[in-house]
């Protein structure tokens, strides 16, 4: 889906996922405990092949208070881009996600190869990025 979303930095693109590489988009807010308790799994899947064409978008929910996320995203480091979808259209886009966290897996051409509802199974997950990682 390509809704412009807007960076903590102010900055804007076409969209969450990241052009020509593969990327994990998560839906999450700062109120959602198993949101919080996979974030470090996130941030060490983002660092271990960032080098290799993977991107990370962390997507804040509506209802999570900018202030809130900012907070959290600078205080925990993370390496990625977070976007703060104030409107809910981002979420929209992606077919209505309302629960979090929900991440989507995206193939380099754009597409949405895995769709998680819930914390995944990282090693499983780990593996389906290093397949994609792998096509042209």
């Given at each position: 889906p390509t809704t412009p979303v807007v960076l903590l930095d102010g900055s804007t693109r076409a969209g969450a996922a990241?052009?020509?590489q593969?990327?994990?988009?998560?839906?999450?807010?700062?109120t959602c405990s198993v949101c919080v308790a996979e974030m470090p799994q996130m941030v060490a899947l983002f660092n271990?092949?960032?080098?290799?064409g993977f991107a990370t978008v962390a997507v804040a929910m509506v209802y999570d208070p900018p202030a809130s996320v900012i907070h959290?995203?600078?205080s925990r480091?993370?390496?990625?881009?977070?976007?703060?979808d104030?409107?809910?259209a981002v979420a929209r886009a992606w077919g209505g996600v309302e629960a979090t966290p929900t991440s989507f897996l995206v193939n380099r051409q754009g597409e949405?190869?895995?769709?998680?509802?819930?914390?995944?199974?990282?090693?499983?997950?780990?593996?389906?990025?290093?397949?994609?990682?792998?096509e042209v």
């Open positions: 990241v052009a020509g593969v990327t994990l988009v998560n839906f999450w807010a700062t271990t092949y960032r080098d290799q959290y995203s600078e480091q993370l390496p990625f881009d977070v976007v703060i104030n409107t809910g949405i190869v895995q769709r998680f509802v819930g914390a995944p199974d990282f090693a499983a997950l780990a593996k389906s990025i290093e397949k994609l990682l792998k």
